[in-house]
């Protein structure tokens, strides 16, 4: 099974700290410096969505040029090899892949502004992860549970609640036979919707 990052919304209280340590780490990196987690909010509760590192992954499914794959039991995106087709954003259900822009080396600075034509106006936010800018390459960025770190995520290690917590294969079973366990308990309790058995009569001889 995939390891995978979860964070519980009762302990989050949206400081955005998660966000902040994940764009730093990466940039560290040299990656994309862009959270791969977005915080969100309503009314009464704050969690940060993120990648869930889906066994059968859309994102990987469609991606033309095989810059997601599984790996280390994750699904890794490589940023060199991104061609930036959008594909994976729109297939991913949870809204988990972004994209940030840099510049190709290839491009000097001058030539960027005097050879490009004027940018588009701004995409309406329905679809802003589709706008583009003349002379920026658009990167795809999503959770790599921070691969390239020995301290692993850097979200769950800077999380002031500690709402984030990594997912692994064992934790998954042992929170299955927690189930089994109170469903057996329950099964084996009086329950009020069940009528005793009837006393069966032995005929008389």
């Not at 969100?40 to 992954?57: G, H, I, K, L, Y």
């Not at 850097?154 to 929170?175: E, G, H, K, M, S």
């Amino acid at each position: 099974m995939n390891r995978f990052l979860i964070a519980d919304a009762k302990l989050c209280m949206g400081c955005n700290t998660c966000m902040a340590s994940c764009a730093t780490e990466h940039r560290l990196a040299g990656l994309q410096a862009l959270p791969r987690l977005q915080v969100m909010r309503n009314a009464r509760d704050s969690a940060p969505v993120m990648c869930r590192q889906c066994e059968d992954a859309p994102c990987a499914q469609v991606c033309p040029v095989n810059a997601i794959t599984h790996q280390d039991n994750a699904i890794v995106l490589n940023e060199s090899l991104c061609v930036s087709c959008k594909l994976c954003g729109i297939a991913c259900p949870f809204g988990a892949i972004g994209f940030g822009g840099s510049v190709p080396l290839a491009i000097p600075g001058d030539c960027q502004t005097a050879l490009a034509p004027p940018p588009p106006a701004p995409a309406r936010p329905i679809g802003a992860f589709l706008d583009c800018q003349p002379g920026i390459r658009a990167v795809a960025v999503k959770c790599d549970l921070c691969a390239f770190s020995p301290d692993g995520p850097a979200c769950i290690r800077t999380c002031p609640t500690n709402a984030i917590r990594l997912v692994a294969d064992q934790d998954v079973r042992q929170a299955s036979e927690r189930k089994r366990r109170n469903a057996m308990q329950a099964l084996a309790a009086e329950l009020p919707f069940v009528s005793p058995p009837v006393a069966r009569k032995e005929p008389n001889r």
